[in-house]
């Protein structure tokens, strides 16, 4: 760790730390909805989509992200890597909470059930991925090559490397 970190190494576990917290009390709002508005969907009926979404996640997502992964090692720079992973994975997380009604044969029981044009609007937060994706990747690049404060100097140069205090 170095001095000039700007307290990035101790925000990192407090952040990891709250955001874990607002998960599991989502988690127990979830729960909680399930058990008491069990009119509309049975526990029953969400533990078998449960079910399927880890095992299509386990089978399908993961081998797809590690394959393309394994492909990018090609690319220069291990944070341009690590971005498109995370964007490959965010795109598959939504693909897969999308494909239940995407792939829900008949019209459904309840017209207010579906009543947005599922597959444009998956496109378009698939869009919205790629942008944000693409734009990480360029800063995650523009990083890379040096054009922030703490990149090493150049062996030879006479210049001392920035972000790190001598001695």
């Known amino acids: 760790m170095t001095r000039g970190d700007g307290g990035a190494a101790r925000t990192a576990p407090r952040l990891r730390l709250v955001l874990g917290l607002a998960g599991l009390a989502l988690m127990g709002v979830g729960a909680w909805v399930l058990l008491v508005d069990a009119a509309s969907r049975t526990p029953g009926q969400v533990a078998v989509w ?15 992200v590690l394959l393309v992964g394994v492909a990018l090692r090609r690319l220069p720079y291990r944070r341009v890597r690590h971005v498109v992973r995370g964007g490959l994975l965010v795109a598959g997380c939504v693909t897969l909470l999308a494909l239940p009604p995407l792939l829900r044969p008949g019209t459904p029981r309840n017209e207010t059930e579906l009543p947005l044009d599922y597959p444009r609007n998956l496109l378009l937060v698939l869009a919205a991925v790629a942008v944000v994706t693409a734009l990480a990747v360029a800063w995650a690049w523009w990083a890379g090559r040096g054009g922030r404060a703490g990149r090493a100097a150049t062996p030879g140069s006479g210049e001392e490397p920035r972000g790190r205090v001598p001695g």
């Open 50 to 64: 449960l079910a399927g979404a880890l095992v299509v996640h386990d089978a399908v997502l993961v081998p797809l």
